[in-house]
């Protein structure tokens, strides 16, 4: 069985699944160590056949979410005030962005035409980002505001894209088709969709934006190899090159960044291919070579 599970400086918990479920991932954390993520009800964590309940773990309960009216949900952010988002499947088999608050679970909808969407973030607030279907059927970046859907548009050239994360201040990143079909990561900010560049090859994605701007995602750096990246003032960086010397990882991708400039990578080591694992890096003064130490 695999169990999600949350570590603090001191200890490891397992969190456990829901009732009736086998397995379970755990997605986000807020301040209040409040967990969010999905339950599975097989071994496997990947089945399509399987059935997934968002959970809400509150350290005292685990509580099941529920749906809306259809199989399965997922819930995929939490905020500093216990408003989680997600997505759900519908009695029809589509699937819509929720927000649950105040113990309830609530349809966010969808674009006019489409029968799809996601909410992949939500800020303190309450502003949700995520992707939906258009009317020809393509995905898009869209922000909810007040329960309004806004579609995002892609960068010049793309027909699709998705929003991943974004910040107090509204700033949101994802990744978009571009010219030529590559996929390259963006930020949005002042209602405009700004191309990050990339550390020489798609495709790239930003996974996370902290409320000092600093992004983190993962970019192409050769036709089979990829490398973690921070995008500050403007410059796209190789977190790679940024860490003590010597370190025997190499840094795949940047999952989140904290306001501290803390920021969680996934690591395989140099001399096993299959050998993974999650690494916090941590920022050390300037008056040091390298900016990141590895934990």
């Known amino acids: 069985m695999i169990h999600a599970a949350?570590?603090?400086?001191?200890?490891?918990?397992?969190?456990?699944?829901?009732?009736?479920?086998?397995s379970s991932i755990a997605a986000r954390a807020n301040g209040h160590g409040q967990i969010i993520g999905w339950s599975v009800?097989?071994?496997?964590?990947?089945?399509?056949?399987?059935?997934?309940?968002?959970?809400?773990?509150?350290?005292?309960?685990?509580?099941?979410?529920?749906?809306?009216?259809?199989?399965?949900?997922?819930?995929?952010?939490?905020?500093?005030?216990?408003?989680?988002?997600?997505?759900?499947?519908?009695?029809?088999?589509?699937?819509?962005?929720f927000l649950y608050r105040a113990g309830r679970?609530?349809?966010?909808?969808?674009?006019?035409?489409?029968?799809?969407?996601?909410?992949?973030?939500?800020?303190?607030?309450?502003?949700?980002?995520?992707?939906?279907e258009t009317p020809t059927h393509l995905v898009h970046a869209v922000i909810w505001r007040k329960h309004r859907i806004v579609d995002l548009g892609t960068?010049?050239?793309?027909?699709?894209?998705?929003?991943?994360?974004?910040?107090?201040?509204?700033?949101?990143?994802?990744?978009?088709?571009?010219?030529?079909?590559?996929?390259?990561?963006?930020?949005?900010?002042?209602?405009?969709?700004?191309?990050?560049?990339?550390?020489?090859?798609?495709?790239?994605?930003?996974?996370?934006?902290?409320?000092?701007?600093?992004?983190?995602?993962?970019?192409?750096?050769?036709?089979?190899a990829r490398h973690a990246f921070i995008w500050q003032n403007g410059t796209m960086q190789d977190l790679n090159k940024l860490v003590s010397p010597g370190l025997p990882w190499r840094l795949e991708e940047a999952f989140d960044i904290t306001d501290q400039g803390q920021i969680l990578c996934l690591g395989t080591r140099s001399a096993a291919a299959r050998d993974r694992h999650l690494i916090l890096l941590n920022p050390i003064p300037a008056s040091v070579a390298s900016t990141y130490n590895p934990q």
């Open 105 to 132: 679970l609530v349809d966010l909808g969808a674009l006019p035409g489409g029968a799809f969407s996601a909410a992949y973030a939500i800020n303190n607030y309450g502003l949700i980002t995520g992707a939906a």
């Open 6 to 22: 949350a570590w603090t400086s001191r200890s490891q918990q397992d969190i456990g699944t829901l009732a009736g479920f086998a």
């Open 155 to 224: 960068l010049p050239g793309g027909r699709r894209s998705r929003a991943l994360a974004l910040n107090d201040r509204g700033d949101i990143v994802g990744y978009s088709e571009a010219e030529s079909v590559e996929t390259h990561a963006f930020l949005y900010s002042n209602n405009r969709m700004q191309d990050l560049g990339s550390l020489g090859f798609d495709p790239v994605r930003a996974n996370a934006i902290n409320n000092h701007g600093q992004i983190v995602g993962a970019s192409g750096v050769s036709q089979f």
């Open 41 to 97: 009800s097989g071994k496997n964590l990947v089945d399509s056949r399987a059935t997934t309940h968002a959970y809400l773990s509150t350290g005292t309960q685990l509580l099941d979410l529920g749906t809306l009216g259809g199989r399965d949900s997922k819930a995929m952010d939490i905020n500093e005030s216990g408003q989680v988002v997600g997505v759900s499947s519908l009695p029809d088999e589509s699937r819509h962005a």
